[in-house]
Structures are given as structure tokens and as C-alpha cells.
């Protein structure tokens, strides 16, 4: 089945040691996105490629930086982690088209500052 | 202003019975697509249902419909016959634009639970 997958489902790091996590897709889609969800919350988009193009939130802090090497794969790295970006991290894809249709989601990586 | 307002924190409904959960938008864009999402503690999130803003009819999904009312900008979620299993946040979600490229908006979310 085409699907999105996120590794790994849970990361542990170290306040101010670089992590990265990781999301990959078989869907073909040309639009991947990163939310952060945290405990309690609605998620909130941090940017997303829309194919190489990268777009980023205006709110989105600089310690937060994507890749995207190719269509299948996307990148997430936080440069310095701090306690307060301990969240559930979704990645997301779609295709952008007329009529606008869904994203889909993969399971998340639950990520835990110590 | 909110784009998506959820106003139901949470609900408790007994099992099999009919759920409405309420979601209102706000957009000036003539093209958007509505969208609801289950969110179970494991944390992944399923899409539900989609309303596209020039859909003339209300969206089925088995036991999910979506009660479109354009002109008092509102998108609620029933769910008819409720399981357990539909214990959940619920998120509902807009997409702006002729090709929604810039990705969802989220509600605040409503938090369902199922009592036996």
C-alpha cells in the first residue's frame, strides 16, 4: 500500500543536541509538509516543499530547518533542541491540485527533550 | 480571527447513538476544500471526509456525513451509530485556495469519547 512512513516513531534527545527526523513516501505526491503537535493542541504547519521549492511558516523558528533531497524523501532538523519543542512531529503529503484534496498522514515521530 | 473554530473541547456520547461535532470557518477564498480528521491517542491522523466548496451535496463516508451549510460557513461531522472505537480528537481542517498548496488549517479539535 502507498503510504507515508515516519522514522523513528519515538526519539529521545539531549537540550541543545541536533536531531533529525525523517519521513519517506510512496504516494508520488509533490507536496510534503511538517507539523508540530503539541500535548494538547491542534498541529501547526513549520513549512512545507512544494517540489524543490521550500516554503516556510513566517513563525516558524530558525532552529528548525528542512531538506528534501528528492521526491520520496524529507527532512527534519532541529539545530538546538529545547525542552519546549518536545511534540508529536507529523509529516504530511499531497498533490496540489484542482479541487484541493487531502493530506496524508504518517504516524509521527513523538519526540521527548531531556 | 480563527480560520477553523471547533467549539466543543470535549463530548461524551453514549455508544450508538449520533454524534454532531460542530466546525465553522472563515475564509474569503471562493475555492477551499473541508476536511475532518481522527486523531486516536496513538497519534496518527486519519483522514475522515472531504467538502469541496463547489460541491453541490452533503459528503458520505460510510458511518461519516458532512453537513455542508455555505452560507453560515459551517462543516459539522456526524458520525451515525457510534462504536468505541470511536473514541478520539477530532480535528476539523481547511485547505485554501484554487490548488491548496499552503496545506491545512486546523481547528482546536474536539475530544470524543464513547461511553458504553
Known amino acids: 500500500d502507498a503510504m507515508v512512513i515516519q522514522n523513528p516513531r519515538y526519539q529521545v534527545t539531549q537540550f541543545g543536541k541536533p536531531v533529525t527526523l525523517s519521513c519517506s513516501q510512496t504516494?508520488?505526491?509533490?507536496?510534503m509538509y511538517w507539523y508540530q503537535q503539541k500535548s494538547s493542541q491542534a498541529p501547526k504547519l513549520l513549512f512545507h516543499?512544494?517540489?524543490?521549492?521550500?516554503?516556510n511558516e513566517a513563525d516558524t523558528p530558525d532552529n528548525f530547518q528542512s531538506r528534501r533531497p528528492n521526491t520520496s524523501f524529507c527532512f527534519l532538523d532541529i539545530r538546538s533542541p529545547g525542552l519546549g519543542d518536545a511534540a508529536m512531529y507529523l509529516c504530511?503529503?499531497?498533490?496540489?491540485?484542482?479541487?484541493?484534496?487531502?493530506?496524508?498522514f504518517g504516524n509521527g515521530t513523538r519526540l521527548t527533550v531531556t | 480571527a480563527q480560520k477553523i473554530t471547533q467549539t466543543q473541547p470535549g463530548m461524551f456520547v453514549q455508544e450508538k447513538e449520533a454524534v454532531t461535532l460542530d466546525c465553522t470557518y472563515d475564509?474569503?477564498?471562493?475555492?477551499?476544500?473541508l476536511f475532518w480528521y481522527k486523531q486516536p491517542s496513538s497519534g496518527e491522523m486519519i483522514f475522515l471526509i472531504y467538502?469541496?466548496?463547489?460541491?453541490?451535496q452533503n459528503a458520505t463516508e460510510g458511518r461519516y456525513s458532512l453537513n455542508f451549510q455555505k452560507a453560515r460557513k459551517s462543516a459539522n461531522l456526524v458520525i451515525s451509530a457510534s462504536q468505541l472505537g470511536d473514541s478520539a480528537m477530532y480535528f476539523c481542517?481547511?485547505?485554501?485556495?484554487?490548488?491548496?498548496?499552503?496545506?491545512?488549517?486546523f481547528g482546536k479539535g474536539t475530544h470524543l469519547i464513547i461511553q458504553p
Open positions: 504530511a503529503t499531497s498533490v496540489r491540485a484542482f479541487p484541493v484534496s487531502p493530506l496524508h
Open positions: 467538502q469541496g466548496s463547489y460541491d453541490q
Open positions: 516543499y512544494y517540489d524543490k521549492d521550500f516554503n
Open positions: 504516494l508520488n505526491h509533490n507536496v
Open positions: 481542517a481547511m485547505r485554501e485556495g484554487g490548488e491548496g498548496a499552503d496545506g491545512l488549517t
Open positions: 475564509t474569503s477564498d471562493p475555492s477551499y476544500g
